[in-house]
C-alpha cells in the first residue's frame, strides 16, 4: 500500500473529479438521449476541459492482482479456523461495500445513489462468495489492503474538498 500510495491518491482525486462531472453527464444524456454518438463527444470534451481520465482508477487495482493471485496460490492449501475465516470474510465483503457507501454520502441525485448502493451490495455478495473458497491468508492481505485504502481515500477527498472551498 505504501508502494501504490501516489497511485491510490491519484484514483481517489480522479473518483472526486467523477463525482464532480457526474452533474454535467447527465446533463449531456438529458440533453441528446437519443444520440449516444454525440453524448460520447460531448464527454470526451468534458472530461479533456477537466483534465480527466476515467480509466486513471484502475491502474492501482492491477498492480495489487499479481500480489493477489501469488497469495492465494501460496496459501490455498493452509488450514482455517471457521469463526476467523468467517470474520475474514465479512470484512473482505465489506470492504467492497464500504468505499461505494462513502462515495454517495454526498451525492444528490438520489437514483444514482440507490444504483450504486445496489450494485455495492451485489458486489459484497459476490465477495462473500469468492471470499468462501479463498485461503485466510489472502482475505487478511485484501481487507486489510482495502481498508486501508479506504483510509486513504478518505484523506485525500478530505484535501479536495479542502482545495474546493479554498478556490471558492
Request: glycine share 6%.
Amino acid at each position: 500500500r505504501i508502494i501504490v500510495a501516489p497511485l491510490m491518491h491519484k484514483q481517489a482525486k480522479s473518483n472526486y473529479a467523477m463525482q464532480k462531472v457526474q452533474p454535467k453527464i447527465q446533463a449531456l444524456k438529458d440533453r441528446f438521449p437519443d444520440d449516444p454518438t454525440r453524448q460520447s463527444q460531448e464527454m470526451q470534451k468534458i472530461y479533456a476541459e477537466m483534465k480527466f481520465n476515467p480509466l486513471a482508477g484502475c491502474l492501482p487495482m492491477l498492480l495489487q492482482m499479481p500480489i493477489f493471485i501469488a497469495l492465494f496460490q501460496v496459501l490455498r492449501e493452509m488450514g482455517d479456523r471457521i469463526v476467523p475465516y468467517l470474520v475474514l470474510m465479512i470484512i473482505f465483503a465489506g470492504a467492497t461495500f464500504l468505499p461505494m457507501v462513502l462515495q454517495q454520502l454526498k451525492t444528490e441525485n438520489t437514483q444514482q445513489k440507490n444504483q450504486t448502493l445496489m450494485m455495492g451490495a451485489i458486489m459484497s455478495l459476490m465477495m462473500l462468495w469468492i471470499s468462501w473458497g479463498s485461503p485466510a491468508g489472502v482475505l487478511l492481505f485484501w481487507g486489510a489492503s482495502s481498508l486501508i485504502g479506504i483510509g486513504q481515500n478518505q484523506l485525500t477527498l478530505a484535501r479536495c474538498r479542502a482545495a474546493d472551498r479554498r478556490k471558492e
